[in-house]
């Protein structure tokens, strides 16, 4: 199993900026998939925000338009999600997820964009 610890969420007003941080602990492996999700209003279900994975590739939601950038520490298995330009509709619980043999989820950490 892989321990997710996030940090970085909050509070901003709309064209602000956050960092979501999250570190890996546990039975990792050389190959992975690392990123953020965030919950969808309507359904209760979960978004992708963005990934990145063991090769640098990154995969975006349609949504973030440029706006967020992932990043990782390959040695210290974390990932940071720079958020700018961020708007009301983005606010949500925002999950980090691990993805590799088995998939893992973090607690959620609240982000609301409001004046």
């Known amino acids: 199993q892989v321990h997710l610890v996030e940090s970085g969420g909050g509070l901003v007003q709309p064209g602000g900026s956050l960092r979501l941080s999250c570190a890996a602990s546990?039975?990792?492996?050389?190959?992975?998939?690392m990123g953020w999700y965030r919950q969808v209003p309507d359904n209760g279900g979960r978004e992708l925000v963005a990934?990145?994975?063991?090769?640098?590739?990154?995969q975006y939601g349609d949504f973030v338009n440029g706006r967020f950038v992932i990043t990782r520490d390959g040695a210290k298995t974390t990932v940071d999600l720079q958020m700018n330009n961020l708007e009301p509709e983005d606010t949500s619980v925002y999950y980090c997820?691990?993805?590799?043999?088995?998939?893992?989820w973090g607690q959620g950490t609240q982000v609301t964009v409001s004046k």
């Open positions: 997820h691990f993805q590799q043999w088995r998939e893992d």
């Open positions: 546990g039975a990792i492996s050389l190959v992975y998939r």
């Open positions: 990934w990145i994975n063991t090769d640098n590739n990154t």
